[in-house]
């Protein structure tokens, strides 16, 4: 599966299919991006094989997360999380928990304690502090929000 803009939103240059990635060439440079099936089956053979392996279990939740099964994608981001306090999946699993939470208030707010835990930055505060109060309005908590 191959999108028709690269990060940096540049349209792709010249593609070449090696080794189940999909390599870009342009004029910003070279990038390379993973072909969903061939990644997929390379999770699931890593993770019978190696059921702790972070990176894996970080993949599987960006995949996860991707294909909209956000509870899923939070517990492979949780496990590997705990394996290891890797930054990436600190962000991810984050992210994942302030999603939840702005998608669905009722159910996302069962996780504020480990909200809060992994939010440290001003910024991060803003944003989850602003999602809780917009979800208790809604709610009809008028004074918590």
């Known amino acids: 599966m191959c999108t028709s803009r690269s990060r940096d939103g540049n349209v792709p240059g010249n593609l070449v299919c090696y080794r189940g990635n999909v390599i870009s060439q342009g004029t910003g440079g070279v990038e390379a991006f ?21 990176d894996a279990l970080t993949l599987h939740g960006e995949i996860l997360l ?15 999380y705990k394996l290891a306090q890797d930054p990436k999946t600190h962000e991810l699993l984050r992210l994942a928990l302030l999603e939840g939470l702005e998608q669905d208030f009722k159910t996302g707010r069962a996780n504020v304690a480990e909200i809060e ?6 910024e991060q505060k ?13 709610s009809g908590e008028w004074q918590a929000a």
């Open 66 to 80: 991707d294909s909209g099964k956000r509870a899923e994608a939070i517990d492979s981001f949780r496990r590997s």
């Open 126 to 138: 803003a944003k989850y502090l602003q999602l809780m109060a917009a979800g208790l309005q809604a």
């Open 117 to 122: 835990r992994l939010t440290a930055k001003p």
């Open 34 to 54: 993973h072909q969903l099936d061939a990644i997929r089956k390379e999770i699931e053979k890593t993770l019978k094989e190696h059921p702790d392996d972070t």
